[in-house]
Nanobody, 131 residues
Framework: EVQLVESGGRSVQTGGSLRLSCVAS????????IGWFRQAPGKEREGVSC????????FYSESVKGRFTISRAKSKNTVYLQMNSLKPEDTALYYC????????????????????????WGQGTQVTVSS
């Protein structure tokens, strides 16, 4: 069973930084996609960033490009999302996501991931950015 456990969300002021962490367990493949979605109140879930394990291909949404960085610590089965220059519109519940079945299709620059394409979701960690 795949488990994804997020941490690191909290309240921060505009312009601040946060690092979210997600510890993954049970991923029974060396080829998988892992990343982050977010959902703000009243809005649909948005793909923020993802990374493929075998070639480090990555995706960033236009709204976070240049401010957020995804990274992985393989030895710790952990993926991080470093968020800099935070804005109030970054306020959302951030979910860690992973998928194995579609690893060869997802997570490339310019291809926006969709929520239904990810089989595994964490419980989410709240990020609140105040102005």
């Amino acid at each position: 069973e795949v488990q994804l456990v997020e941490s690191g969300g909290r309240s921060v002021q505009t312009g601040g930084s946060l690092r979210l962490s997600c510890v993954a367990s049970g991923l029974a493949s060396d080829d998988y996609i892992i990343g982050w979605f977010r959902q703000a109140p009243g809005k649909e879930r948005e793909g923020v960033s993802c990374s493929r394990s075998v070639d480090n291909s990555t995706f960033y949404s236009e709204s976070v490009k240049g401010r957020f960085t995804i990274s992985r610590a393989k030895s710790k089965n952990t993926v991080y999302l470093q968020m800099n220059s935070l804005k109030p519109e970054d306020t959302a519940l951030y979910y860690c996501v992973a998928d194995i079945r579609r690893a060869h299709l997802l997570c490339s620059a310019g291809r926006v991931p969709q929520p239904y394409e990810f089989d595994h979701w964490g419980q989410g960690t709240q990020v609140t950015v105040s102005s």
